[in-house]
């Protein structure tokens, strides 16, 4: 494991038993099902994007300017801006054939983002996929997104996001 905090690597979990472990390692063999059994709010430790990261060490760095490797991170991070209502990061990432003019959360009814899994992302040369559900609230209402995005990568070799079909829509 890897200790944000000391900056080491452990070959072993010293912290195996308990929640600490899960807060820094981020080894999901290890820490997901400690999460669980001690009812630990997994919200409270990962980033919005799911991953058992805290966000300054997961989505943050592509919001601080990081260009994402992958698709699958473009998306993650994506989503964790529509959390968070980051508008510019949301606009920079589109590819600029299908990007809005501008990001209007104040029309977007109040949603409460509530979870993302990734379903399945592949990469096909300058093109990728990546499908995911994610989950929200509005107006006390749960509702789901399924949806299978499409990105490009362009000749400033970043990826971007084109567009995607939502499932039953
Ligand atoms: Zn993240």
Request: aromatic share 12%; hydrophobic share 35%.
């Amino acid at each position: 494991m890897f200790d944000l905090i000391n900056m080491k690597v452990y070959p072993i979990h010293p912290f195996a038993d308990s929640v600490q472990c899960c807060l820094f390692c981020a080894d999901l063999r290890y820490c997901a099902p400690i999460v669980k059994s001690r009812s630990v709010p997994a919200q409270a430790s990962t980033c919005p994007c799911g991953r058992l990261n805290t966000y300054e060490t997961c989505c943050g760095v592509f919001h601080a300017g990081t260009p994402a490797p992958t698709p699958e991170d473009l998306m993650r991070s994506r989503y964790t801006a529509y959390v968070l209502q980051l508008g510019p990061y949301l606009l920079d990432t589109w590819a600029s054939q299908t990007r809005p003019p501008q990001m209007d959360f104040a029309e977007d009814g109040g949603i409460k983002w509530l979870g993302l899994e990734v379903k399945r992302a592949y990469v096909e040369g300058e093109r990728g996929v990546v499908e995911f559900v994610a989950r929200y609230k509005v107006a006390g209402r749960a509702h789901r997104m399924h949806e299978t995005s499409r990105f490009t990568r362009e000749a400033d070799g970043r990826w971007y996001y084109v567009d995607g079909e939502v499932e039953g829509a």
